[in-house]
């Protein structure tokens, strides 16, 4: 039996499970749920994950495993997604973590308030969008100095980190004025074979 993988293709925190996924060449089946009608709360889905969240995989096993980012650790255990070494690992968590706390939240929040509820940019929280461009020029800082978050190699952090960043445009952040992050989007897109 094949995972499942259970997702709302709108959302990157989905998506890039079902990247790593097929980078790994993983056989499972996609299960499209869509949020915006309340399908990750029926009873049938909330008995799989309590939280009412995507996404959630199903393992062949039958567990089931839930959060993005605990879900890419999982699937990638042993492959050259996670660094071998000790505290490249824990790089790679570092911007994992911060990702969820610091990026998602208002880059993602933005984006999906702007093209999903129809919000126009000027009735953002201006919180939001500044906590957003600031965490673009965190990555930005870090990409000038080195091609992916984790130095010379594609890891998780890239994956976690490029979902939302890729479509930050469709929350009124202006992708121009970060190139180093453009140039790595591109890179990581193509590592994965997303386009």
């Known amino acids: 039996m094949s995972i499942r993988i259970y997702g709302d293709t709108k959302?990157?925190?989905?998506?890039?499970?079902?990247?790593?996924?097929?980078?790994?060449?993983l056989a499972f089946d996609w299960?499209?749920?869509?949020?915006?009608?309340?399908?990750?709360?029926?009873?049938?889905?909330m008995a799989l994950n309590p939280a009412g969240q995507v996404p959630l995989v199903v393992l062949a096993d039958g567990r089931p495993l839930a959060q993005s980012n605990a879900i890419l650790i999982h699937l990638?255990?042993?492959?050259?997604?996670?660094?071998a070494?000790?505290?490249?690992?824990?790089?790679?968590?570092?911007?994992?973590?911060?990702?969820?706390?610091?990026?998602?939240?208002?880059?993602?929040?933005?984006?999906?308030?702007?093209a999903y509820l129809g919000k126009p940019r000027e009735d953002l929280d201006p919180k939001l969008v500044e906590r957003g461009a600031?965490?673009?020029?965190?990555?930005e800082t870090?990409?000038?100095?080195?091609?992916?978050?984790v130095g010379d190699s594609l890891t998780l952090a890239d994956v976690a980190l490029v979902a939302y960043t890729r479509v930050a445009h469709e929350g009124g952040f202006d992708l121009s004025l970060?190139?180093?992050v453009q140039a790595w989007i591109g890179r990581?897109?193509?590592g994965l074979g997303v386009s």
């Open 11 to 25: 959302s990157g925190n989905c998506l890039k499970v079902k990247w790593v996924a097929c980078h790994l060449g």
């Open 31 to 45: 299960v499209e749920i869509d949020i915006l009608k309340s399908e990750s709360r029926t009873p049938q889905f």
């Open 76 to 83: 990638a255990e042993g492959s050259d997604l996670i660094p």
């Open 85 to 114: 070494d000790a505290y490249d690992r824990a790089r790679m968590l570092e911007w994992m973590f911060w990702e969820q706390y610091s990026h998602e939240p208002y880059v993602a929040v933005a984006r999906f308030q702007m």
């Open 134 to 139: 600031a965490a673009l020029q965190r990555l």
């Open 142 to 149: 870090q990409l000038v100095q080195t091609p992916y978050l």
């Open 178 to 180: 970060y190139p180093a």
């Open 188 to 190: 990581v897109e193509s």
